[in-house]
């Protein structure tokens, strides 16, 4: 029985890659896995798993934690290793969990609220963004409590008293610097473990004119009484709680005795917390002082998050560097997705990057080649042979071409293999960019290309809150910061031209009942105040149960929005039954939107439909990433957006030249790197930028990586100054890269002359 075992084991094994193998033949202690896009890190992780289950004979009260940064992710890698246990092995599906990062913390603390301070019966889990009440109210705590302090603020750089400008100014502070400042800083510090008590120190050892880390540990002292007193937590609370009940020695020990290694996927994402939690788990605790029993598995090439997360691929390439020096690093460079040219591309791009020093003091990528795979390899159709050039560069004459291009193309690749009904996808940058390739190539091509827009899918998940900034306002219209919320959600649905909103909403009576002193409004101004007059309208005329319905109209939702809306409008329902008034309805909008627990209404279905054959996916850089099609489609590569530059959004430039929130990112950054000296303003917004000019590249890298047979690319000569405005075409820098593959890469070149126009 016991060679029966072996020999299914060793079969598992023979059936993977080199470096998965490395992976399999770990026994104890630390192993870093080092892998390049696409080559089976899943995989790799889930035939480990289900060695070490074997081997060690694991149960359910000593388990394998696998843990992973999604919930898709986690049911991928569970159904994987359920399989290798029933139909490789014959055992029981048991002896291991795999949980997400936050789903493991918040169930040590739950089980343990004494110890935690969390008792789930009581708290609600909220996300807080800018906008969040909680943020605000922090905001509006702290310019009551520091009246001067504020004051510096609102004077800037400079300025000369005019009144008009001094509430424009306010009003930029509080709807947005500050709120930004709040968000960033929260998230940063609280998810490395820093305190407010540890900002008070931080900021004793920097000066400017602000205050700015003072500010911060203002802002996130009242931020953190605002969470107590309404029994909120955050996901980063989740990991704190977690580390309070282990600082108890006999539970720490209970929750040791139960995990037996934990095995983590995507650490590149990792913060230093998250990595502490797993570090204390994978400790044996009848030897503490031995390393942990941790395999950690990333691409620290594929680190695309850390300018908005406090993720930074610093620490997984130290993870990394400390395993290589005792021959604990595994790499696995060999991947099957891409045909060759498409490898030889993005190598070519690792490297160039990294030598061209745009990113300053920043590495970029770690050095790592992606190499195709052994003719050995188990992968079917693995490196397949390319379509058309495998790399094809263009050069159109504006977006619009692109786009046309682009459906062209679509059309002759589904065209060319009609039976094996191939998949393809259209990666950008923004959403913004996204609506634009969905309008044109509905315009251009009607239904004769089948598309699929996640970047609209994930509109329908905004419906809430637009919904909730829109009552809002016509419940309070003189209210400057409920104003501007809802004049936001109209530019951002394009049913206003955009505009300098503060100026708008810092004098609300102004711009919604001009009077016959008052200057003339532009036809801009004429446009928002129309709409705005026609909400207020609604608000006198119908019932306030039915304004939700006609909101949604107003907005111009689609069927899947009119939907959730509808759904939303009988949760709401359900909740006020009893009291259906205005307040009422304001309060049970707020708390689904705090709370999160509401799931849009999906008509079009779930991320399968992503990589679905015979249809064109338009979807961001950012949520390509774990996917992959066979024709890979990249326009608008301007060196405006990629690398392009840290920007300062034109209402905040009387502050100086940088923002507050990425000056104090750089400085908490640096503190937790262990740099003797915090950066000074100019220095922080200086390595800030190297900071998003290295994360823009490793986008770049990981959306190329995303094709197997064709990846085509594009930077128009003309495009859009802002993609808000896609109609106010110029003359476009291309990103630095597009030059250097074409001299690279001669024969990718496609001259327009060729194809149709």
């Given amino acids: ?127 807080p963004d800018r906008s969040h009440r909680l943020i605000r109210a922090a905001v509006e705590r702290w310019i009551a409590a520091n009246p001067r302090r504020y004051q510096i603020l609102v004077e800037g750089q400079q300025f000369d008293g005019e009144e008009t400008e001094r509430l424009r100014r306010q009003s930029v502070l509080r709807t947005e610097v500050l709120p930004s400042l709040a968000q960033t800083v929260i998230h940063e510090a609280k998810s490395s473990g820093y305190l407010p008590a540890k900002l008070w120190e931080l900021s004793e050892q920097t000066r400017d004119d602000y205050g700015i880390l003072a500010i911060a540990a203002g802002l996130y002292e009242n931020y953190q009484d605002l969470l107590r007193s309404r029994d909120f937590i955050d996901y980063d609370e989740m990991i704190l709680a977690a580390l309070r009940v282990l600082e108890n020695e006999n539970i720490r020990r209970l929750w040791q005795n139960q995990v037996f290694a934990v095995f983590e996927d995507e650490a590149q994402d990792s913060s230093p917390l998250q990595t502490k939690l797993l570090e204390i788990l994978a400790t044996d605790p009848s030897n503490p002082n031995a390393p942990p029993n941790l395999v950690r598995v990333g691409d620290p090439n594929q680190a695309i998050n850390s300018t908005f997360t406090p993720a930074d691929p610093i620490y997984f390439r130290r993870f990394c560097s400390d395993c290589e020096s005792n021959g604990l690093l595994a790499t696995m460079d060999r991947a099957g997705r891409s045909s060759q040219i498409m490898i030889d591309a993005a190598n070519f791009v690792l490297e160039w990057v990294n030598t061209s020093q745009l990113a300053g003091t920043e590495q970029p990528f770690r050095p790592q080649k992606i190499l195709p795979v052994t003719a050995d390899d188990p992968q079917p159709d693995a490196n397949p042979d390319p379509v058309g050039r495998g790399l094809e560069i263009y050069t159109p004459r504006d977006v619009h071409h692109s786009v046309k291009l682009i459906g062209e193309r679509v059309l002759e690749l589904f065209a060319q293999y009609p039976t094996e009904k191939r998949s393809a996808a259209v ?86 009942y001009p009077g016959p002193l008052d200057p003339p409004q532009t036809e801009q101004v004429l446009k928002a105040r129309r709409f705005c007059s026609k909400l207020l309208r609604a608000r006198i005329e119908l019932p306030h149960y039915q304004l939700i319905t006609f909101l949604a109209l107003a907005l111009n939702y689609d069927p899947t929005e009119l939907a959730t809306a509808d759904k939303l409008a009988e949760r709401v329902v359900r909740q006020t039954a009893g009291d259906n008034s205005m307040p009422s309805t304001l309060n049970a909008l707020s708390e689904i939107v705090s709370s999160e627990r509401f799931e849009p209404v999906d008509t079009e279905g779930n991320d399968s439909q992503y990589t679905q054959p015979g249809k064109l996916t338009i979807v961001t850089m950012h949520k390509a990433k774990g996917l992959d099609w066979d024709y890979v489609f990249i326009p608008f590569l301007h060196a ?92 476009q820098l291309p990103c630095p890269v597009i030059p250097v593959l074409k001299s690279r890469f001669p024969r990718s070149i496609v001259s327009l002359s060729m194809v149709s126009s």
């Fill in 427 to 512: 990666l950008v940058r923004t959403n913004d960019q996204g609506r634009f390739v969905h309008q044109q190539l509905k315009e251009e091509f009607g239904d004769r290309i089948d598309i699929y827009d996640v970047v609209q899918h994930t509109l329908y998940t905004k419906v809430p809150a637009e919904i909730l900034s829109l009552l809002q306002f016509v419940d309070r219209p003189h209210s400057p910061d409920y104003l501007k919320a809802a004049l936001e959600v109209l530019v951002q649905r394009q049913l206003i031209p955009p505009q300098d909103l503060n100026a708008l909403a810092s004098l609300p009576e102004q711009f919604l």
């Fill in 640 to 731: 405006a957006m990629i690398p392009g530059n840290l920007r300062i959004p034109t209402p905040t430039q009387f502050l100086g030249d940088f923002t507050l929130a990425e000056v104090a990112r750089a400085q908490i950054r640096a503190s937790l790197h262990g740099e003797s000296a915090l950066p000074e303003v100019t220095e922080a917004w200086e390595k800030a930028g190297y900071l998003k000019t290295a994360e823009e590249f490793r986008l770049l890298y990981v959306a190329m990586t995303r094709g197997k047979r064709l990846l085509w690319m594009s930077a128009a000569k003309q495009a859009p100054f802002t993609w808000s405005k896609p109609e106010n075409l110029q003359e």
């Fill in 1 to 127: 029985m016991a060679h029966n075992k072996e020999q299914a084991l060793q079969l598992i094994r023979d059936r993977l890659r080199s470096g998965q193998r490395q992976m399999a033949d770990w026994q104890t202690g630390p192993l870093a896995v080092s892998a390049v896009p696409g080559a089976g890190k899943s995989t790799g992780m889930a035939g480990a798993a289900a060695i070490a289950i074997a081997r060690n004979q694991l149960h359910s009260r000593r388990q394998l934690v696998v843990v992973t940064f999604t919930r898709s992710a986690a049911a991928n890698i569970k159904a994987k290793i359920r399989r290798y246990l029933r139909e490789d092995l014959s055992l029981p599906q048991i002896g291991f969990v795999v949980q997400t990062l936050h789903g493991l913390a918040l169930n040590i603390a739950s089980r343990h609220p004494q110890l935690s301070g969390l008792n789930l019966n009581n708290v609600t889990v909220v996300t």
